[in-house]
């Protein structure tokens, strides 16, 4: 469900998303500077705020409940959870939340990120520079986590005034769920990803994208690609031995 512009990119190509589509592991989602775009796991229902992107790092069902690992790179998410939805965690580069049931709120800035248990209860914990969430601390109804960069996890009994005056208005209330009726919609024609949409994903923490370099790999042969992602290089390095594989040709002999 969407009111807004939003896009997935799938494999190496970008779609535009259409109200009712089916979304897959590894998918990115972008929503655009406005509106909400909300997805649906059964009975668990995930909201997006604008200017937001979301990584579904894994996602598994079963008939004990779903396993999901999302990361949101940037912008706002809230999470609904029933206590048969399973477990959900939502990363940012700087906090991860573990949730089984309620409702919880996240947000990744450019320098910070903040968590608010805004029902049930959850597990939040730091994440660390390559992508790891460390020990997790328990957490209930009312709590808000933060962190900025470079200093430790903070906790308060309430959530802060400005996260609150910033948060999406939509998710003020409990979201609203809309399950599909009929065949879900394939998405259109897609095109392939450019380097300067691909940047911000290049440089998540090295856990959440060690599955991009066969992913993208293809793209290699745009030369103005593989131009602009070689002028960049030393801030993702995994891609080195495949932009220059002579380099490392005898490390395995």
Do not use: C
Not at 89 to 115: C, K
Not at 196 to 224: G, H, N
Request: proline content about 7%.
């Amino acid at each position: 469900m969407a009111e807004s512009e939003w896009r997935v990119i799938r494999g190496a190509s970008v779609f535009a998303g259409i109200q009712g589509a089916r979304v897959n592991r590894g998918d990115m989602l972008e929503t655009g500077a406005r509106g909400m775009t909300q997805i649906e796991f059964g009975s668990t229902v995930i909201a997006l705020g604008p200017s937001s992107r979301l990584l579904l790092f894994s996602y598994s069902a079963s008939g004990t409940g779903s396993q999901a690992e999302f990361v949101l790179l940037s912008g706002w998410l809230k999470g609904e959870l029933d206590p048969k939805s399973g477990s959900f965690q939502f990363d940012t580069p700087l906090l991860a939340g573990v949730i089984r049931q309620g409702n919880m709120v996240v947000h990744a800035g450019a320098d910070s990120s903040e968590i608010f248990v805004e029902s049930g209860s959850a597990n939040i914990g730091q994440v660390s520079s390559g992508g790891s969430a460390g020990q997790l601390r328990p957490a209930k109804a009312g709590d808000f986590f933060a962190r900025q960069t470079g200093k430790s996890l903070t906790t308060a009994a309430r959530p802060a005034a400005a996260f609150v005056e910033s948060m999406p208005m939509p998710f003020r209330d409990t979201l609203p769920s809309h399950p599909l009726k009929g065949k879900a919609p394939e998405l259109g024609h897609g095109r392939e990803i450019d380097y300067a949409q691909l940047r911000p994903w290049l440089l998540m923490p090295a856990r959440w994208r060690k599955e991009l370099v066969p992913r993208f790999q293809s793209r290699l042969s745009d030369p103005k690609f593989r131009e602009e992602l070689e002028a960049h290089v030393e801030e993702y390095p995994e891609w080195d031995p495949v932009l220059h594989p002579e380099k490392y040709s005898g490390k395995n002999q």
